[in-house]
């Protein structure tokens, strides 16, 4: 078996996308939501796929429609079809450790800004024991980042839950499994008008310091104008 080591995986359904266009439904229409979410989801990727020695898989109900642009990103990503089966995440984490990757980190799409520095944290977190978890919340009390090493069922499972208060579910998953966990700091997802502020700031910051940025989801802000305006 070919040891792969390195994968990241990005979940893009149906229901995720759903649920994040209604917290902006009183401002944009659900294409113009379908719209800026797929820049959110080419900004993420292509800033992925620089990252050296790691495996980019996202995987969605969308074949088709990211099939149109997902080939420009280059053979360092790969589109897949989202598992037909109700425990998602553990489906895609069996294939893949099965393929011969070793160290599998979970990554939602609701920022177009990649966290570079904690993805570089969780891989190196998990190569520091046999069976490591690694787990990062957002500030509304969700999770963006999990790094798993070892097939753990009840974590993978809540994952794929969409309900309030998801990460401390996720906790009190991984507080029955008794493996060394790492949690990282929290970061923001954008879900809301408010949200929608606070990324354009922070993406006019970056542009001001000469830091990469979100090129895609900034055009999109152009595009829909004062309908995001707070």
Same mark, same amino acid.
């Given at each position: 078996m070919i040891q792969r080591d390195k994968a990241i995986v990005l979940l893009d359904d149906a229901t995720e996308v759903e649920s994040l266009a209604e917290g902006l439904s009183a401002r944009i229409s659900l294409d113009e939501f379908q719209a800026l979410y797929t820049s959110f989801l080419i900004d993420l990727l292509s800033q992925l796929v620089n990252l050296s020695s790691t495996s980019i898989f996202l995987f969605t109900e969308y074949y088709l429609e990211r099939n149109r642009w997902f080939k420009s990103l280059g053979s360092r990503a790969e589109l897949r079809l989202l598992p037909t089966e109700e425990e998602v995440s553990l489906h895609i984490a069996e294939s893949l450790f099965a393929e011969g990757y070793r160290r599998l980190l979970f990554l939602t799409c609701r920022n177009p800004i990649a966290p570079m520095q904690e993805i570089q944290t969780t891989f190196h977190l998990l190569q520091l024991e046999d069976d490591v978890i690694v787990v990062g919340p957002t500030e509304d009390r969700d999770w963006?980042?999990?790094?798993? =090493? #070892? %097939?753990?069922?009840? %974590? %993978? =499972?809540e994952l794929d839950l969409h309900s309030r208060d998801r990460y401390d579910q996720v906790l009190k998953a991984i507080c029955n499994l008794d493996v060394l966990t790492f949690a990282l700091q929290p970061r923001y997802d954008v879900v809301s008008a408010p949200d929608i502020e606070r990324l354009r700031r922070e993406i006019e910051t970056r542009i001001i310091? #000469? @830091?990469?940025?979100? @090129?895609?989801?900034?055009? @999109?802000?152009?595009q829909l104008g004062k309908k995001l305006s707070p």
């Open positions: 963006y980042i999990a790094g798993i =090493k #070892s %097939l753990h069922i009840p %974590l %993978l =499972k310091e #000469s @830091q990469p940025y979100p @090129q895609k989801t900034r055009d @999109q802000f152009f």
